[in-house]
T-cell receptor
Framework: AQKVTQAQTEISVVEKEDVTLDCVYE???????LFWYKQPPSGELVFLIR??????QNEISGRYSWNFQKSTSSFNFTITASQVVDSAVYFC?????????????FGQGTTLQVKP | EPEVTQTPSHQVTQMGQEVILRCVPI?????FYWYRQILGQKVEFLVS????????KSEIFDDQFSVERPDGSNFTLKIRSTKLEDSAMYFC??????????FGPGTRLTVL
C-alpha cells in the first residue's frame, strides 16, 4: 500500500523565518514520483515540484528547497525567509509506477500561516 | 500557456439530483483524472482515464459516478444521484504521461 504522512497539521511562523514542512512516504515501488503542491486560500492546486525516486539531489528554487532522503523515506520542503504570501495549505503526494496510471496519493496537508 | 479549465466553478444541487462536472484538459494530453477534496481534508483520487476507458478507480468511485470523454475535448464527471456527502471540491487533471499532471481550478459542489 502507498501512503503519505504529513505529521504537521498547522505551522505558524513570523515573516522572514525559515520553515520546514515534513513529508514521509511509504511505497513498495522501486520507481516512484514525489510531488509538492500549494493550495492557497483561493483553492486551486499549484504544482511546485516533482522528483523521481532515482534522483536524490536536493533542489533549490528561489526561496524554496527540497530535501529528498530515500533512507528515511522523506521528502521535506523548506521555505527560506517566509513571506505572508506563502500562507497556504501544502500537500505532499506520491505516485508509484506499479499502478501505471499516475494516480496521486496525497498527504493530509500542512497549513502554513505566515504572520507579518 | 495552456491550462486545464473546469466549469462551473460552483454548482449547487439538491440531494438526489444528477450533476455533470465539466473539464477541458490540455489539448495534447492523453491521461485524465478526477480527484475530490472534502472541505478541510486531503485530496483524494477518484478515477483515471486513458485511451477512452477507465484505467483505475478508487473505492469512492462507485456506481453513482461515471466519466466520459464525449467529443475529444471535454472530460466529464457525472454523479447520478447526489448525496450530502458528495459536497466537495472536484479537481480535474490531465497529462501527457502518468508522471505529470496539471490540475484545473476545481468545481465546488454543494449538495443541499
Amino acid at each position: 500500500a502507498q501512503k503519505v504522512t504529513q505529521a504537521q497539521t498547522e505551522i505558524s511562523v513570523v515573516e522572514k523565518e525559515d520553515v520546514t514542512l515534513d513529508c514521509v512516504y511509504e511505497t513498495r515501488d522501486t520507481t516512484y514520483y514525489l510531488f509538492w503542491y500549494k493550495q492557497p486560500p483561493s483553492g486551486e492546486l499549484v504544482f511546485l515540484i516533482r522528483r523521481n525516486s532515482f534522483d536524490e539531489q536536493n533542489e533549490i528554487s528561489g526561496r524554496y528547497s527540497w530535501n529528498f532522503q530515500k533512507s528515511t523515506s522523506s521528502f521535506n520542503f523548506t521555505i527560506t525567509a517566509s513571506q505572508v504570501v506563502d500562507s497556504a495549505v501544502y500537500f505532499c503526494a506520491l505516485s508509484g509506477v506499479s499502478s501505471n496510471t499516475g494516480k496521486l496519493i496525497f498527504g493530509q496537508g500542512t497549513t502554513l500561516q505566515v504572520k507579518p | 500557456e495552456p491550462e486545464v479549465t473546469q466549469t462551473p466553478s460552483h454548482q449547487v444541487t439538491q440531494m438526489g439530483q444528477e450533476v455533470i462536472l465539466r473539464c477541458v484538459p490540455i489539448s495534447n494530453h492523453l491521461y485524465f483524472y478526477w480527484y475530490r477534496q472534502i472541505l478541510g481534508q486531503k485530496v483524494e483520487f477518484l478515477v483515471s482515464f486513458y485511451n477512452n476507458e477507465i484505467s483505475e478507480k478508487s473505492e469512492i468511485f462507485d456506481d453513482q459516478f461515471s466519466v466520459e470523454r464525449p467529443d475529444g475535448s471535454n472530460f466529464t464527471l457525472k454523479i447520478r444521484s447526489t448525496k450530502l456527502e458528495d459536497s466537495a471540491m472536484y479537481f480535474c487533471a490531465s497529462g501527457t504521461a502518468p508522471d505529470t499532471q496539471y490540475f484545473g481550478p476545481g468545481t465546488r459542489l454543494t449538495v443541499l
